[in-house]
């Protein structure tokens, strides 16, 4: 006679069923149901760009950790040229947040390297090319933090003139925020912030001038051009929604202060002090209307900004084509924002 021995079915339990993909950014970011992030050590991200990639410029650069407890770093780039007495003179100092939609990139790819390399050569400036923390894995505000960080870290090194580079190149009272797409949210939020006196110290370092470039703003009521954006193009509505929902707070709709500047839970910035702001928006982009309605109000304000349109172009034109003709005027008006001059038209 056999016997067996089995559990009440009531005491078994089923095996939990596997974690499958909730998001996916692009092939780049897969957000799963249990909350893990992955990001594929490949992707289209790893091709090379398909825009000229300049090798002769006299600018050296180097990376340098920003934040030891994030692991954050950035890249200075500085242009190697002397004047004629063999003297290299102060430059003004250029903060730079690259695009993503908080969730992609860094200064190591190689378009946002390219644009650094442009902007120190021609403007000509100290370039601070900064990475910061990454949605979904670090969501909103933790980029813009990231960015006030920045500010401070340049503040220490120029008190204690610690970085050979800086101390020698950088002219601290020249230093410009300048933010593409989601970096210009980042330029924003560390203006108010500043401007607010709400204990960002950065002195001796002054804040020139912010350059905004196809900011990327959000909020729950569309705009005219955001509701008339065509459908499966890839800087179209559904990746930017996407993209909202992978960066802001969980449960966090578009009008969070972290995408909706002027958005119900948002502090107003009527009593914020805003050094001259160049904000750069695109004929194509999806988010031009929102760009326009930003510049508007802080206009009405009595901001002192100026907004410059670049006809035929889409949001990440520079990074796209850094060496294309709308980049060629992108960087003559930036330089003539930075080095003084006429105001281009508006």
């Known amino acids: 006679m056999s016997s067996f021995s089995s559990s009440p079915a009531s005491s078994v339990s089923a095996a939990a069923p596997p974690p499958h993909v909730v998001e996916d950014c692009l092939g780049v970011v897969q957000l799963l149901s249990d909350g893990t992030v992955t990001r594929p050590t490949r992707s289209f991200l790893s091709d090379p760009p398909a825009h000229e990639v300049r090798r002769d410029l006299p600018v050296e650069w180097k990376d340098v950790v920003y934040d030891e407890a994030h692991g954050l770093r950035l890249r200075i780039y500085r242009p190697t040229v002397t004047t004629n007495d063999g003297e290299k003179k102060k430059l003004p100092v250029v903060v730079y947040f690259h695009g993503g939609g908080f969730c992609l990139g860094s200064f190591e790819h190689p378009s946002f390297h390219?644009?650094?390399?442009?902007?120190?050569?021609?403007?000509?400036?100290?370039?601070?090319?900064?990475?910061?923390?990454?949605?979904?894995?670090?969501?909103?505000?933790?980029?813009?933090?990231?960015?006030?960080?920045?500010?401070?870290?340049?503040?220490?090194?120029?008190?204690?003139?610690?970085?050979?580079?800086?101390?020698?190149?950088?002219?601290?009272?020249?230093?410009?925020?300048?933010?593409?797409?989601?970096?210009?949210?980042?330029?924003?939020?560390?203006?108010?912030?500043?401007?607010?006196?709400?204990g960002l110290d950065i002195g001796p370092v002054r804040i020139a001038g912010y350059v905004l470039l196809c900011p990327y703003f959000g909020g729950e009521e569309r705009m005219a051009s955001e509701a008339s954006s065509p459908r499966g193009v890839l800087m179209g509505l559904e990746l930017f929604d996407q993209m909202w929902r992978l960066a802001l707070p969980a449960g966090a709709t578009r009008d969070h202060p972290a995408a909706n500047p002027f958005g119900p839970g948002s502090a107003p910035l009527d009593g914020v002090a805003f050094p001259p702001v160049l904000v750069a928006d695109a004929e194509k982009d999806l988010l031009r209307d929102r760009t326009a309605d930003y510049v508007a109000r802080l206009r009405a304000m009595g901001k002192p900004v100026e907004l410059v349109v670049f006809e035929g172009q889409g949001h990440g034109f520079f990074v796209y084509e850094p060496w294309g003709a709308a980049a060629d005027e992108l960087v003559r008006v930036v330089r003539r924002f930075v080095h003084g001059g006429p105001p281009a038209a508006s």
Do not use: K, M
């Open 114 to 198: 390219e644009v650094g390399l442009r902007i120190a050569h021609d403007l000509p400036a100290v370039v601070l090319s900064a990475d910061y923390r990454l949605a979904p894995e670090h969501r909103l505000p933790a980029a813009q933090h990231d960015g006030e960080t920045v500010l401070s870290w340049l503040s220490g090194h120029a008190v204690s003139g610690a970085d050979p580079w800086l101390a020698e190149s950088a002219d601290f009272e020249r230093v410009f925020v300048w933010g593409d797409s989601c970096g210009g949210n980042v330029a924003h939020h560390v203006a108010v912030r500043h401007g607010s006196g709400c």
